[in-house]
């Protein structure tokens, strides 16, 4: 019998990457849920992959630490004998408005570059080796805020630019044993943003996305795992694509339609 695929999902306790870990092991993988704070949704999770047949491991590591990082690529290994996908979904903000800079200090910034940017090089560097075995993949969970410039905080928006760079980097390193991908999503409707912004706020930038967006809609976390999935098990010629998931917002406010001009067809 041929083996079942493995993966890891950083920061899978919760939203985006609990749902991604399930859309995986219903695809057929092994899965190691990883978490750093959320352990009772972590669990929840974990159990959610068994239900869908996924043989699992939980571990509890912070990917700003590369002794961490080692221990979660040595730990599938370890019980499956292969890795075949990485997905870099852990990350962190502070919500804090454009213009508001005294909100950020130099600790702050410094944190969420060591999760969002330096835990991603660092995951990625401790799986390289076993998923160019694998022929595998890495799919790196970014945001639009690295695309377009605008994003929860300064540090956010500079720390998913980095991840955007290294996966075009990583992408050309690594191939042809590894395929090296991006997903970008825009708002995104999970507890991450109700928790950040206050029920309110949330519950107005939806609505707004809603009426401005091409597609009038906020991606579900379920929508971001769908694309990290085809991104990992279906899209065989496809490396170094930073995929933009907002609706179309990044195409910006639908042109006017021109005024009618009596006079004759051409």
Not at 201 to 224: F, G, M, Q, S, W
Not at 241 to 250: K, N, V, W, Y
Request: charged share 15%.
């Amino acid at each position: 019998m041929y083996p079942r695929k493995t993966a890891i999902v950083t920061g899978s306790g919760t939203g985006v990457g609990a749902a991604t870990a399930l859309a995986l092991a219903r695809r057929g993988y092994d899965v190691l849920i990883n978490y750093s704070r959320s352990e009772a949704e972590a669990v929840q999770s974990e159990a959610a992959c068994r239900a869908a047949g996924a043989d699992t491991l939980l571990q509890r590591a912070s990917v700003a630490d590369d002794a961490d990082c080692r221990a979660l690529a040595d730990a599938a290994v370890a019980r499956w004998g292969r890795l075949d996908a990485l997905v870099n979904n852990a990350g962190i903000t502070t919500f804090a408005g454009a213009g508001d800079w005294n909100a950020i200090d130099a600790a702050v910034f410094q944190q969420i570059i060591a999760v969002n940017a330096l835990g991603t090089f660092q995951m990625v560097r401790a799986c390289a080796p076993h998923l160019t075995a694998a022929r595998g993949a890495i799919v790196n969970v970014s945001s639009v805020a690295g695309a377009l410039g605008i994003g929860s905080s300064v540090p956010y928006i500079a720390s998913k630019g980095a991840v955007n760079s290294m996966t075009l980097h990583f992408a050309r390193t690594l191939a042809p044993h590894v395929r090296v991908n991006a997903v970008c999503p825009g708002l995104i409707t999970t507890r991450w943003f109700v928790d950040g912004m206050g029920r309110e706020a949330y519950e107005k930038i939806v609505a707004h996305n809603e009426k401005t967006a091409p597609l009038a809609t906020a991606c579900t976390a379920e929508d971001v795992a769908d694309a990290v999935v085809w991104l990992i098990d279906g899209a065989r010629t496809t490396t170094g694509e930073l995929l933009l998931l907002d609706a179309g917002r990044h195409l910006g406010a639908p042109p006017p339609v021109p005024a009618r001009v009596a006079g004759p067809a051409r």
